[in-house]
């Protein structure tokens, strides 16, 4: 099995090089597959970083059955196309090539899911089925929707959405129930990235996100982010007035996510707002629901594992938030920062529809690619 090779180095800085943004999003985007900086207004800084150390997760990963799962779906690929999907573990700058940007403005790594047959496409499905729980897969699949939604639409860049044209699948290392490896999906507002390792299992950097927040297809509603978005803003509510002020990040600027796409140094921004000690019993659970939204989109055991973990280190753990705390407010910012979680959500300014969308990513400052220290 030939294996790309894109940086042989792991420790550099790209040069930032802009380009034009995506016709629906305003916000900051990370590095192409080949070491071409990609960006949105302004650019951003990427980094590649060496991710060779062990994370620190709490196990329970279902790894044997996603290694299955992974081993067919590369199975039924020719030996061109798994040119395209399949890299060396080892290949970090490639593996940290994700972005809330569709896939026009900022190149994935791997092969566009347009691009795979029918059965192809299925055996994908059936590794993220293997990988994801119930709500990860759903919400995956709905975030997808919403791209055929604005191509719909049509306009400027319209033409580029679409949940086959603008998502892609990579594979890294081979699968295995032992030694690690790696499966990437996403593409606009999506990005999982699953790394195994035994029973240790990372997920993070993990990015959602809707355009529109809300829309009907077939028939039916489509939130794709309803759970995160309820979750978040609900802990903000349940808050009082001394509560919410304590909470408020008042200096610098949040219209858009501090540790988001390209942010893999490792520096998460300096603790702010309200510590989790300072709320009442109820207001506590609320805080573990949004997490819970976001950690519990892994399969069986591992997501009650990191559950619990997160849990653990609730009294070491703060929310906060900026500009406002209204669900349709514009640049509404809300964070939950602990030992090892870290959650950001925003409202941002939609260019291909009216109102504001949704961008949140969730990292482990302990566990990111699998790694207990990006740098």
Avoid at 103 to 125: H, I, K, N, Y
Wanted: charged share 20%; hydrophobic share 35%; proline share 4%.
């Amino acid at each position: 099995m030939r294996r790309r090779t894109v940086v042989k180095s792991v420790v550099a800085a790209a040069a930032v090089l802009v380009v034009e943004g995506c016709g629906s999003d305003d916000s900051t985007t990370s590095a192409g597959t080949t070491g071409r900086q990609q960006g949105g207004p302004g650019g951003q800084q990427f980094t590649a970083v060496n991710l060779n150390t062990d994370g620190d997760s709490p196990g329970g990963a279902n790894t044997a059955d996603v290694a299955a799962a992974a081993t067919a779906f590369l199975a039924t690929l020719t030996d061109g196309q798994k040119a395209k999907v399949v890299y060396e573990f080892g290949n970090h700058q490639a593996r940290q090539t994700w972005s809330n940007f569709p896939a026009f403005a900022v190149p994935r790594s791997g092969m566009e899911m347009s691009e795979l047959s029918t059965a192809q496409q299925a055996a994908v499905d059936a590794m993220m089925q293997a990988a994801l729980g119930e709500a990860g897969r759903l919400q995956d699949a709905d975030i997808r929707t919403a791209d055929d939604y604005l191509h719909s639409l049509g306009g400027s860049g319209a033409d580029g959405f679409g949940a086959l044209t603008d998502y892609y699948v990579a594979v890294y290392g081979t699968p295995s129930a032992t030694e690690p490896f790696m499966i990437q999906f996403g593409g606009h507002h999506l990005a999982r990235n699953l790394t195994y390792h035994g029973d240790k299992v990372s997920q993070t950097p993990q990015f959602v996100g809707s355009e529109p927040v809300s829309f009907s297809s077939g028939g039916a509603t489509v939130q794709p982010v309803k759970a995160e978005s309820s979750t978040m803003f609900g802990m903000l509510a349940a808050l009082s007035a001394d509560q919410r002020k304590s909470a408020q990040i008042t200096s610098g600027s949040y219209e858009d996510l501090q540790m988001g796409p390209g942010q893999d140094t490792g520096d998460f921004p300096a603790a702010a707002g309200l510590p989790v000690t300072e709320l009442t019993a109820d207001q506590r659970e609320l805080v573990m629901a949004a997490i819970q939204a976001y950690a519990g989109d892994l399969a069986g055991t591992a997501a009650t594992k990191l559950i619990d973990k997160y849990r653990s280190e609730l009294d070491r753990t703060r929310i906060a938030w900026a500009n406002s705390t209204s669900a349709t407010g514009e640049h509404s910012y809300i964070r939950i920062d602990g030992p090892s979680v870290w959650i950001e959500f925003v409202d941002t300014r939609s260019q291909s529809t009216p109102n504001v969308h949704y961008h949140s990513v969730y990292r482990d400052k302990t566990n990111d690619y699998g790694s207990s220290k990006p740098t």
